[in-house]
């Protein structure tokens, strides 16, 4: 049983096109993430989610547009793609967020490859 | 603002030594870290973390993880390194009250039959 799982796991797509990765977490958590990692595998948070809610926004472009449509779903879109977009994103959830010692569990990613 | 610095971008070993992956923190609170190991074309897997008591935290795989408040540290080791355990290695914080997990650059092990 997959706990975080997302899709695409690999998407090659054109610049200035309009995509979505989509994320479900099957493990009851109260929060959501969506992370990115780079060329040179650095982890960098994008967003958070908590019960539907966002939490966390760090400087991302606009071109980027979190959903969550329940706490079990949180997808991204990503609007007019970028040849600097290309990345390895990750989803993860965690238990009610609030309590910082709480694990986050991570997808198992979807690399996306802007051409 | 919370940090974690991984020093070194690569730790080679002989299968059968310990294994040892560096890692120091800055938090403005009491840390909780963590520590994650990705595999080539997978996602990250949670292998330990320290919250609070025992100094010494024993996770996933064999591993085990130290917490050095004195010197900002939690460092990973494995007494007996497998050629399996070559991956990415990433050590993370997560200040009190905070939701944001911020995650050091990474140590790529290598360990060599």
């Known amino acids: 049983d997959t706990a975080v799982s997302q899709t695409p796991k690999y998407l090659v797509t054109q610049m200035g096109n309009d995509k979505s990765i989509k994320c479900e977490q099957n493990l009851g958590h109260d929060t959501m993430y969506w992370y990115k990692q780079d060329s040179k595998k650095f982890l960098k948070i994008m967003f958070s989610y908590n019960n539907k809610e966002l939490i966390i926004n760090e400087t991302v472009p606009n071109r980027f547009s979190p959903k969550s449509p329940d706490k079990a779903h949180l997808n991204l879109h990503i609007n007019s793609l970028e040849l600097g977009d290309s990345a390895v994103y990750f989803c993860a959830s965690s238990p009610k967020g609030t309590a910082s010692g709480n694990t986050i569990y991570f997808g198992e990613g979807s690399w996306l490859t802007v051409v | 603002a919370q940090s974690v610095a991984q020093p070194e971008d690569q730790v080679n070993v002989a299968e059968g030594n310990p294994l040892t992956v560096k890692c120091t923190y800055s938090v403005s609170g009491n840390p909780y870290l963590f520590w994650y190991v990705q595999y080539p074309n997978r996602g990250l897997q949670f292998l330990l973390k320290y919250i609070t008591g025992d100094n010494l935290v024993k996770g996933s795989y064999g591993f085990e993880a130290e917490f050095n408040k004195s010197q900002t540290s939690f460092h990973l080791k494995k007494p007996s390194a497998l050629v399996s355990d070559s991956a990415l290695y990433f050590c993370?914080?997560?200040?009190?009250?905070?939701?944001?997990?911020?995650f050091g650059a990474g140590t790529t092990v290598t360990v060599r039959a």
């Open positions: 993370a914080v997560r200040d009190v009250g905070d939701y944001k997990l911020s």
